[in-house]
Nanobody, 123 residues
Framework: QVQLVESGGGLVQAGDSLRLSCAAS????????MAWFRQAPGKEREFVGA????????YYADSVKGRFTISRDKFKNTMYLQMNTLKPEDTAVYYC????????????????WGQGTQVTISS
């Protein structure tokens, strides 16, 4: 089974940047489509963005396009989410997901999930 562990969350001010990491176990990291989701208290889980197994193709939600960038390091089996120009509405628990067959925005298309990392942006 694949294990996913997020890290890099924290408390920052509006306009600041954060870089989240998602470390994936296993020897087939490059075969997985991976994605980031987020969930604020009392809200539904929201798609943030996804990256292909090769890292050559990405897909972002409109709310983060132009501010967030997803990448992956094949040697470290790690996916990253670079978040710039953070806004208070970005506050949420951010989750790593893996093993979709395509760049999907629906949570039920992903098999493996991390436990999440808290990102809080103060005004």
């Amino acid at each position: 089974q694949v294990q996913l562990v997020e890290s890099g969350g924290g408390l920052v001010q509006a306009g600041d940047s954060l870089r989240l990491s998602c470390a994936a176990s296993g020897r087939t990291f490059r075969s997985y489509v991976m994605a980031w989701f987020r969930q604020a208290p009392g809200k539904e889980r929201e798609f943030v963005g996804a990256v292909s197994w090769s890292g050559d193709s990405t897909y972002y939600a409109d709310s983060v396009k132009g501010r967030f960038t997803i990448s992956r390091d094949k040697f470290k089996n790690t996916m990253y989410l670079q978040m710039n120009t953070l806004k208070p509405e970005d506050t949420a628990v951010y989750y790593c997901a893996a093993d979709s067959r395509r760049l999907a925005a629906a949570a039920n298309e992903y098999l493996y999930w991390g436990q999440g990392t808290q990102v809080t942006i103060s005004s």
